[in-house]
Structure formats: C-alpha cells, structure tokens
C-alpha cells in the first residue's frame, strides 16, 4: 500500500531552536496535513496544505507542500518546551482515505 | 461542542471476549473513520463511512466490524478479541472525507487484550 516516510523519526533539540522535519511519499498527494499529538490525546490538526507549492504559517510553524507533489515540510520557529510531542503527517489519498506517516517525536530541552 | 467522543478510555479484555469501542461526533459531519495507533506504524485506517448506512474497508479491516446507523455515532466492534488488536484506536470525523476535508480526531481508547 501506499506508505509515507517521515523524517527524523525523532529528535532533541535546545529551546529557541528552529526545528525542520519532512514527509515524503512514492505517490502525488492533493492535500497534505501536519499534526500533533501530545500524550494520551488524539492528533490535533496543525497545517493543512491544498496546492503544490504552497506555504502556509500557524504562529511559529510554517508547512509547505512540494512542488512534486510527493513531498511537505513542517518548520517551527524557536522552539519552546510545549513543542514537545509527535508530530505526523498525512496525504489525501483520493477515494475518501488519508494516509499518515509515522511520526517524528520532538524533545525539547530546556 | 464536544467534538468526537470516544468511550471508553481505557479496556483491557481477555483473548476471545468481545466489545464494542464508542465514537461520537456532534459537529454534523458524513465522513467518519477508525484508525489504531501502534509503535513505528503510525496511524492506519481500519472501516470508515461517508454516511449513514455507508461503510467501507481501510488498510487493516480483518477482526473489525462496524455500522453506521446516524450520522452521529460509528461503533468499531471486535467480535473476538485476540492480543495482536493490543493497540490504541482513534476515531476521526470530517465533514465530507474529501481533500478539502481534514480529519479531527477523538481522544483515543487504550486496549489491552490478555
């Protein structure tokens, strides 16, 4: 089936730091979405992206889609401890079904 | 509003036992989905409906069953429990499942099976 792979799989870094992962995938996505999830909690939308190319913030996270379609970003911007978390992306694969990645867990530390 | 709705939290069933997971959504959406959550696999999609009396497979449907009477509730039920459906399973709802459509989920049921 289809698979997305994620990138890192996880990762520490210092508070203030910026923090970049990606998402890439062997099939064309029309949307590709970002979400976090924090523990014991469902996944909780962050970015959704609708056209290759596009660049779209949310306070200090900044998703693209990419220009090839098999491919998004996620940035977030001086990192602080609440970033903490995993964070996954997911592409629409038509016929009413998203697939995800497997995550990229974030450690901050302080 | 409260969103998506999932009871219970947390179960924990012996091999062979049977039970339904609850999930609930009050913001008037068609397109309702269950996913389980497992270590390195992220999340995969198991039955999800565009509808009442509309239901479908996802990637890993075997041992699940489902039903879609209102538009409000989608119930996953597991006929015969068996330790490899060990998982935490997360119901998500969206107004139509198309592209433009994203999901929002629930708050996940832990389940242990003994």
């Known amino acids: 089936g289809q698979q997305l792979n994620q990138s890192p799989q996880s990762m520490f870094i210092q508070e203030g730091e910026d923090v970049s992962m990606n998402c890439t995938s062997s099939?064309?996505?029309?949307?590709w979405l970002w979400y976090k999830q924090d523990p014991g909690e469902g996944p909780v939308l962050l970015i959704a992206?609708?056209?290759?190319?596009e660049l779209t913030s949310n306070g200090r996270l900044t998703a693209q889609f990419g220009i090839t379609r098999k491919d998004s970003f996620l940035n977030i911007s001086a990192s602080i401890p609440s970033d903490v978390g995993i964070y996954f992306c997911?592409?629409?694969?038509?016929?009413?079904?998203?697939?995800f990645g497997t995550g990229t867990r974030l450690k901050v530390l302080a | 509003n409260a969103g998506v709705t999932q009871t219970p939290k947390f179960q924990v069933l012996k091999t062979g036992q049977s039970m339904t997971l609850q999930c609930a959504q009050d913001m008037n959406h068609e397109y309702m989905s269950w996913y389980r959550q497992d270590p390195g696999m992220g999340l995969r999609l198991i039955h999800y409906s565009v509808g009442a009396g509309i239901t479908d497979q996802g990637e890993v449907p075997n041992g699940y069953n489902v039903s879609r009477s209102t538009t409000e509730d989608f119930p996953l039920r597991l006929l015969s429990a068996a330790p490899s459906q060990t998982s935490v399973y997360f119901c998500?709802?969206?107004?139509?499942?198309?592209?433009?459509?994203?999901?929002?989920f629930g708050n996940g049921t832990r389940l242990t099976v003994t």
């Open positions: 997911a592409g629409h694969a038509g016929t009413y079904k998203y697939i």
């Open positions: 998500a709802s969206s107004y139509s499942g198309e592209r433009d459509s994203p999901l929002h």
């Open positions: 099939s064309i996505f029309n949307t």
């Open positions: 992206l609708y056209k290759a190319g």
